[in-house]
């Protein structure tokens, strides 16, 4: 009976979806003859649906947390994350013309809004090629184990830990509450660990607000080894995201986002960090178009004893969809006062071509010319190209030209114990991908990847002497595999398998090496649910890794581990308690805390 159903539901969206042809259903449609059945299928995944391009809600392309590169665990555990199809990642901006499937994927999530994870554990940046992207810390999903669910991807992406800067919005695969509502979480931890998320929402007629706020304290977040000494770390956020014509042609979405950090240095000093944002979005619909016009500013301060530095980054970017080619023209303009660069991209992308002979296969062109002040001018051509052997297997192939300038916010505000180089000079990379997926069931998926890098790319290079990472750009190649395994049943039982193998090598000069990218990565976790009980195990496995790049020394291999029990009383009201178990290096002589048992409730005040 559940195959039956699922068949009709994929047959049903590839005969009226017809996303390769870019048919948007028209605004006003004319009844049918004959009413037909109400189909409803529960739960939230739908990654085993073949749906190419789907109908998007327009909201506001705000880049809160942007496409990172391998999403860190500095971000917290715990909330199931539905990934979106990723190009490459890079700081300019992510169009939304660069939102197209490589293959099938569930459908794009909304851009999501942040939340603090009900346990305030905050790790580092980890290198992983694994092409995943992890939304923001205040966003309304349901709670999930360390691994997060890769979903589909497009062509790997750099494997460095930094936060990579592509501005990602997404319409959405979250499980949220209906409005309106008030939610609240809190969990506490020994040493004075304290975290709450504040969540509410309100839906009235065509107008949808969410305001989100949340604090989260680990005095215990590190350990500073020289000095036998442990660092805290606290953070404050606020997030709010009002929109105008959900579901219309004509949509307004304004976005404001506040956060603030301050964590312990060694010496007993301090360093202060803000950050705050602010984003508008217009979009109109027409029957043969879409046009989009985005705006945004960002403030971002790092300060501490020694270092006093600011960041005020503008841009605006303008986007032209045609429905019937399809065919999507862009510009975009952005400027730092930190680099004191201006970055203007003109582009141009067709990202469904199909062919009569070959009805399986599907090729995305796109091309742009991208200048940067003082760097000059380059073209960026890309290419997807996507081949559906038989229904369960399909492979992929892409390639993407990049050049940018990466953003103050990205390197020194979600990092910590870095320093600020000043003079950082432009990323220029090519990155390649082989994709081959193969689905064993509508329950089951079977990733095999291979991804190649090269060109000149940001990497975190070890000061033994002030004993903080820094950013260089250097020329390197990074070759690898990934293979992902995906099984679930519904929402009773979900689990996943990842690993990575990589090896990068310095281009530049042969005696050198590339620090802060291990040869072996992987991912465990399994989720379970039943009768209100909910549990979720986890672990994260991290390689040996260089630090410094003169140095053949490495920093030991470790885990993250991760075991959480909760029960729920009632429709408003969820226990739980949580242990965490870390082996594990943020940088070289920076390792996390031990263990923390965490115990919290969630409730739902309405």
């Known amino acids: 009976m559940i195959k039956t159903i699922l068949l009709f539901v ?230 709010s995201e009002l929109i105008w014509g959900s579901l219309t042609n004509r949509t307004l979405v304004l976005n404001l986002e506040r956060e603030a950090k301050k964590i312990d240095l060694p010496n007993e000093q301090e360093r202060n960090k803000h950050e705050i944002e602010i984003g508008a979005n217009r979009r109109q619909e027409w029957k043969t178009s879409i046009f989009t016009i985005d705006g945004w500013a960002n403030r971002s301060v790092v300060k501490d004893p020694e270092v006093d530095q600011e960041d005020i980054a503008l841009g605006t970017g303008l986007e032209l969809r045609l429905k019937k080619i399809p065919l999507d023209i862009g510009v975009s303009v952005d400027y730092s006062s930190f680099s004191e660069k201006t970055q203007t991209y003109l582009w141009l992308e067709d990202d469904a071509i199909t062919f009569k002979r070959i009805k399986e296969l599907t090729l995305g062109l796109g091309g742009g010319m991208k200048a940067i002040t003082g760097s000059g001018s380059q073209f960026l051509p890309s290419l997807k190209l996507t081949y559906q052997i038989n229904p369960r297997f399909q492979l992929g192939v892409g390639g993407k030209r990049h050049f940018y300038v990466a953003r103050f916010s990205d390197l020194y505000f979600l990092q910590d114990y870095v320093e600020i180089n000043e003079d950082l000079d432009p990323v220029k990379i090519w990155d390649y991908e082989i994709k081959l997926e193969y689905k064993l069931s509508p329950l089951a998926n079977l990733s095999l990847v291979g991804f190649y890098k090269e060109g000149e790319d940001t990497i975190w290079n070890w000061n033994a002497i002030s004993s903080q990472a820094r950013p260089e750009i250097r020329e390197m190649n990074v070759s690898g595999g990934r293979l992902n395994f995906l099984l679930h049943f519904g929402e009773a039982l979900e689990q996943g398998f990842s690993y990575t193998f990589q090896k990068a090598e310095n281009a530049q000069d042969e005696t050198m090496v590339i620090p802060h990218y291990p040869q072996n990565e992987g991912d465990l976790w399994l989720i379970g649910r039943r009768n209100g009980w909910a549990v979720e195990l986890g672990a994260k496995y991290i390689g040996k890794r260089y630090y410094e790049e003169t140095s053949e020394e490495k920093l030991d291999s470790g885990w993250i581990e991760r075991f959480k029990i909760s029960k729920k009383i009632g429709k408003a009201i969820e226990l739980f308690a949580q242990l965490e178990s870390n082996d594990y290096d943020l940088w070289r002589n920076y390792p996390l805390g031990k263990e923390k048992m965490s115990l919290g409730l969630k409730a739902k005040l309405y």
């Open 10 to 239: 994929l047959t049903y969206l590839i005969l009226f979806s017809n996303p390769l042809q870019a048919q948007e259903p028209p605004l006003k449609e004319e009844p049918l003859p004959t009413k037909l059945p109400t189909v409803i299928v529960k739960g939230t995944d739908r990654s085993y649906l073949e749906i190419i391009r789907a109908k998007v809600l327009p909201l506001m392309e705000y880049r809160g947390k942007k496409e990172l590169a391998p999403p860190s665990i500095q971000i917290p555990w715990g909330k199931k994350v539905y990934y979106h199809p990723l190009s490459f990642p890079g700081l300019e901006r992510l169009e939304r013309k660069e939102i197209k499937v490589m293959e099938g994927a569930p459908l794009a999530p909304l851009k999501p809004r942040k939340k603090i994870s009900s346990v305030a554990l905050v790790l580092p940046e980890l290198v992983s090629p694994s092409a995943r992207y992890v939304p923001a810390r205040y966003t309304r999903l349901e709670a999930l184990p360390l691994m997060e669910h890769r979903g589909k991807k497009e062509l790997a992406p750099p494997s460095i830990q930094i936060p990579r800067g592509k501005k990602v919005y997404y319409p959405s695969l979250r499980k949220e509450s209906p409005v309106p509502y008030l939610n609240l979480s809190v969990s506490l931890a020994p040493h004075d660990s304290f975290s709450y998320q504040l969540d509410y929402g309100r839906q009235k007629e065509r107008f949808t607000g969410y305001l989100s706020a949340g604090s989260v304290s680990t005095p215990h977040w590190v350990k500073y080894e020289p000095e036998e000494l442990y660092l805290g770390k606290h953070e404050e956020t606020i997030a």
